[in-house]
């Protein structure tokens, strides 16, 4: 597996936009916004450039990875910085290949060095276990009105940072995306058609279930 992991640069934006579209098309929702995520995200406020990495292999970039700021507020109005990430795409052909695990291995020794102690993502889980992920349920991390959505998923970059406290997640808002804005940046790019498929039932229902609290 020869590859190379180094930072984004301004010259690569535009393949990392291409590739992050042709990774997540049609898989969430018929085309998708993802891309159009990535060109906003490095203008944010709350976005890292240090880590934000692409992975080479031959010579080519085939995937990237992207974080922003969020934090974890307490019962007692305690907050903790933390990270998420999202999103990372691997180009289609090179996918489950252990590509995109280097990546976010190699982006979790750049976040500790950067004295975050924990990240929060949403995510299938079958995709996220294998790299130390739990159910955030597991840290008492939970949206307001304690909702513990099935996909929001959370690791301990510092063992037992997380421990003795119930938390509230809230990302960056640069992850409400103005669709239409989405929908006119995407006429920038080769039309692709938009269709229908069965990840995208299997992305609802993810998205839509919840961990009983009863249960946790």
Not at 98 to 118: C, M, N, Q, T, V
Request: glycine share 6%; with cysteine.
């Amino acid at each position: 597996m020869d590859y190379i992991i180094r930072n984004e640069k301004s010259e690569d934006y535009r393949i990392v936009e291409e590739l992050t579209r042709k990774a997540f098309w049609n898989i969430y929702v018929p085309g998708c916004n993802e891309h159009y995520l990535v060109h906003v995200m490095r203008k944010h406020k709350d976005f890292i450039p240090e880590l934000d990495y692409v992975i080479e292999k031959d010579k080519k970039i085939i995937g990237n990875i992207m974080y922003t700021k969020a934090k974890l507020v307490s019962g007692n109005g305690r907050e903790k910085p933390i990270l998420t990430f999202g999103p990372v795409s691997i180009l289609p052909e090179y996918q489950r290949k252990g590509f995109g695990k280097k990546l976010i291995e190699h982006s979790f020794i750049r976040a500790k060095e950067l004295k975050y102690e924990a990240v929060v993502i949403f995510g299938d889980p079958n995709n996220y276990v294998n790299l130390g992920f739990k159910s955030s349920s597991r840290f008492d991390i939970s949206l307001e009105n304690e909702i513990y959505p099935s996909a929001m998923l959370a690791k301990e970059l510092i063992e037992e940072s997380l421990k003795g406290e119930k938390w509230i997640y809230q990302d960056s808002n640069v992850y409400k995306i103005d669709e239409k804005k989405a929908e006119e940046f995407d006429l920038e790019f080769e039309k692709v058609e938009k269709k229908r498929q069965g990840s995208q039932e299997v992305f609802y229902i993810l998205s839509n279930s919840r961990i009983s609290k009863n249960s946790i």
